[in-house]
């Protein structure tokens, strides 16, 4: 059900890890009634959606995770950055405890890699100054693909991809509704 992808392996083990028998066969029964298997990047993406639902009784964290598809593609993300950010749109604590609880927690069921780029005596306090948040390209579009379900007046995130001088024509359109938008992203 994973096309042999080494991430959709690592993800879905994760999510079916120390969950009991009747889990594990009812996602092969689901799998088995549904599209044959190939490579194609859309079958890939509905396979590690089962992980992303699996967030659906954790709104923020959720939240958390499709604020990832914000970010440039193959880039490493600073920790600092997305706690602030976490902080802002969803008042969390400005010490950074529940915001590196919900990084920790993406990165417990594979869906960003935490990297240390130094590691020293400094304290917790200090932890992200030196830490970086990665996703992987099928995560990111997976999140994107996400952000952009539903009419663009009502999206939360807003992800906005310029080509040159090409702008998308929802966006030149005159006939737009206003944007209720929390975050905006030009890509």
Known sequence: GCSGSPLALT?????????PQVNWISVVQNWSQGQLIDDTNMVLLSRLKASLDALDGMA???????DLGLFPEDQRIPAAALMDMWVELYN???????????????????????????????????YCKEHFVMQHDLLRE?????????SIED?????????????????????????????????
Request: with cysteine.
């Open 155 to 187: 999206r939360e995130r807003l992800i906005v991809e310029i080509n040159g001088d090409a702008f998308p024509n929802w966006l030149t359109d005159q006939k737009l509704q206003p944007i209720n938008a929390s975050i905006l992203s030009l890509q």
């Open 60 to 66: 923020i964290l959720k939240k958390c995770f499709l």
């Open 11 to 19: 993800v879905v083990g994760r999510k079916l890890y120390r969950q």
């Open 92 to 126: 969390l604590d400005e010490s950074g405890m529940y915001t590196l609880a919900y990084l920790h927690e993406l990165s417990n069921r594979n869906l960003v890699v935490l990297t240390l780029i130094r590691k020293d005596g400094q304290d917790d306090i200090d």
């Open 142 to 150: 997976m999140a994107v693909h996400q952000s952009k379900q539903g």
